[in-house]
């Protein structure tokens, strides 16, 4: 309701009624930080001296047992109690410690920030130190110091571990520069929109406009590629009066009559100079040339129009990508027309090339130092010859090792007295095919030969034992077949000849059907003509 008014209620321990006193924030601020102790008396006089007539309901005294209750003070005795006598009470005594020195005090901020700045390490090291020297102190005290040396198991497994660790990272090093030199090659910077797909309108309720641009689109692709389409045909009249023909034949009587009487003068003139009055004219063949000249001609406009189209395209893209050698390598193998017989052998021929620059390289080089040493027979005798293997493994190393390893096993052995006794291989015979050397395979196709002969003789023996048995002895003949000659068979080459001409008369007969049957335009006309005249 109001910002700076409190309103509170009391009540009083005699009239039961609520008293509204209003009271400001600052009062009661005041009350509770220094309580004045005059105001509290004067409350405590307003009081009245007796208490009014209250009917209180008194519960029934409990037939069990009282308890012993403890002294209390009641309001009265605790109203006319001063401040002092509460004092008095109160036994606890604190120490308050002095203020701070005036100089502490008039420490500017910047001082103070530097300070809290600090890294504990300073204080922490000088701890450490203090400790060191309190121990260093304390040792001098005692008399007995151990012998310690210096190589430690711990140090040892800590290097080791730290060593594979180092190799660790040293081998992901290797692996990012890697794969920055690749990504430095890749000359590709693919475009990120910033646009997002949230104000997208979706696709049923956008179909039609989908459909309107697709529409405009083809409509726009058929007007470029129309304006390069110069092809005009020439058709010739002969095929343009079929197709008159084609379109106007609803009425095939007057069509016919129109045309019996146009060639009706004409087949006159035929028949009176003709002996024969039934005499079929020749065809006449129509020329194809003209018309293959023509798409030949369309062809060729059709491909330069194309290699037009694809220059002015390649005009526009001036991007070149950055292509390494082993990727060419690879595109031109996948994409060159040669044979693999080609490929391998052009690789051989390569190969013997380089073998011979690098031979000639080499004998250049040592062509520069003519000098050669002479060496005495018997040098060549003592001096022995030593390959680069030889000479780059550490032998001497390697004896030094194996006989430091030799004498601790020898010194362990001097203090284990136990010897045991090894009874004698029993299956000396046998041996063991665990071991697996480079020439397994032989061993294998060894053991599986002789398997196989095994399997052969105890074969033969046992159809031998069986054959003992039998006392039938069949006699063989060794006489050649009679059927081995070439037998010549009578009229077979006559056959032969009249299949052949067989075959060669009926594909004549189709041929001459065909060219009967042939459909010409002026030809039947005349032909039914001069079956009406007769």
């Not at 949230?198 to 409509?219: A, F, G, M, N, V």
């Amino acid at each position: 309701m109001y910002d700076n008014e409190i309103y509170t209620f009391e009540l009083d321990f005699f009239d039961t009624k609520p008293t509204k006193k209003k009271l400001s924030l600052c009062d009661t601020h005041k009350l509770l930080k220094k309580p004045s102790f005059t105001e509290l008396n004067k409350r405590i006089n307003e009081y009245p001296s007796s208490p009014p007539n209250i009917n209180n309901q008194s519960r029934p005294a409990s037939t069990g047992v009282r308890k012993s209750r403890v002294p209390t003070s009641t309001s009265r005795e605790r109203c006319t109690r001063t401040p002092e006598d509460y004092l008095k009470e109160c036994t606890f005594k604190p120490t308050i410690s002095k203020s701070h020195s005036k100089k502490t005090l008039k420490v500017p901020l910047e001082k103070k920030l530097q300070l809290l700045a600090k890294s504990k390490r300073d204080t922490i090291e000088n701890r450490e130190k203090a400790k060191l020297k309190k121990e260093i102190e304390e040792a001098a005290s005692y008399p007995y110091t151990p012998e310690i040396s210096n190589y430690n198991l711990k140090s040892k497994f800590s290097y080791e571990k730290q060593s594979q660790t180092n190799k660790y990272e040293e081998l992901e090093k290797l692996k990012r520069q890697q794969e920055l030199e690749k990504e430095s090659e890749c000359t590709f910077h693919p475009k990120i929109i910033n646009k997002t797909n949230s104000q997208t309108i979706p696709l049923h309720e956008r179909i039609d406009q989908i459909q309107i641009q697709k529409l405009k689109s083809s409509y726009k692709l058929r007007q470029k590629y129309d304006i390069d389409l110069s092809f005009k045909p020439q058709i010739n009249s002969r095929s343009r009066a079929l197709s008159t023909q084609r379109k106007t034949s609803t009425d095939i009587g007057s069509e016919s009559t129109k045309k019996g009487l146009s060639h009706a003068g004409s087949s006159k003139e035929i028949i009176c100079s003709d002996i024969s009055p039934i005499r079929i004219p020749k065809r006449e063949f129509y020329d194809h040339s003209e018309f293959f000249n023509r798409q030949d001609e369309h062809i060729n406009r059709k491909n330069s129009n194309i290699k037009t189209r694809q220059e002015a395209q390649n005009e526009s893209l001036t991007f070149t990508p950055m292509i390494n050698k082993q990727s060419s390598i690879i595109a031109d193998n996948n994409t060159s027309p040669k044979t693999i017989i080609k490929r391998m052998r052009e690789m051989s021929d390569n190969n013997v090339l380089k073998m011979q620059r690098q031979n000639a390289a080499r004998e250049a080089f040592y062509a520069k130092f003519p000098f050669a040493p002479e060496i005495n027979e018997v040098s060549q005798k003592i001096g022995r010859s030593s390959s680069i293997e030889k000479l780059t493994e550490d032998n001497i190393k390697k004896k030094n090792i194996d006989r430091k390893v030799e004498e601790i096993c020898q010194d362990d052995m001097k203090n284990c007295t136990f010897s045991p006794k090894i009874n004698p291989k029993k299956f000396h015979y046998l041996k063991s095919s665990y071991g697996q050397d480079g020439d397994i395979m032989k061993r294998i196709e060894e053991e599986d030969k002789e398997k196989r002969e095994k399997n052969r003789r105890m074969k033969f023996e046992k159809e031998f034992e069986e054959a003992k048995c039998c006392s039938f002895r069949p006699e063989i003949s060794r006489e050649k077949n009679k059927f081995e000659k070439k037998t010549s068979v009578k009229g077979l080459d006559r056959y032969f000849e009249l299949k052949q001409m067989a075959k060669r008369i009926s594909v004549e007969k189709e041929e001459q059907e065909k060219n009967a049957f042939a459909y010409t335009g002026g030809c039947r006309k005349l032909e039914w003509i001069s079956s009406n005249v007769t």
